[in-house]
Nanobody, 112 residues
Framework: VQLQASGGGLVQPGGALRLSCAAS????????MAWYRQAPGKQRQFVAG???????NYDDSIKGRFTISRDNAKNTVYLQMNSLKPEDTAVYFC???????WGQGTQVTVSS
């Protein structure tokens, strides 16, 4: 199982980014997927999840600002992040819920 996350970067407060996580080596269409993040000095925390049927759930801290989605034809899960805040700064990881495998992480920095 390989999960390749991308799309991170430096953005100003109020800006937007879209993260992507391309999966291989798994039955993506039947797998639930999730995004987590880890800020410096803090534990990794759940951000958003999506079931194989497209049902989503979100951490309260990002509700209304972030949207998780998936494209089964491309074996890819996305995280659209809008209205970014400095406290969203972290390394973002995708995770396959069936296998428990993690992607390598992509850095998101929100700063003026």
């Amino acid at each position: 199982v390989q999960l390749q996350a991308s799309g991170g970067g430096l953005v100003q407060p109020g800006g937007a980014l879209r993260l992507s996580c391309a999966a291989s080596g798994l039955l993506f269409s039947v797998d639930g997927m999730a995004w987590y993040r880890q800020a410096p000095g803090k534990q990794r925390q759940f951000v958003a999840g999506i079931t194989n049927g497209g049902r989503t759930n979100y951490d309260d801290s990002i509700k209304g600002r972030f949207t998780i989605s998936r494209d089964n034809a491309k074996n890819t899960v996305y995280l659209q992040m809008n209205s970014l805040k400095p406290e969203d700064t972290a390394v973002y990881f995708c995770k396959s819920l069936r296998s428990g495998n993690w992607g390598q992480g992509t850095q998101v920095t929100v700063s003026s």
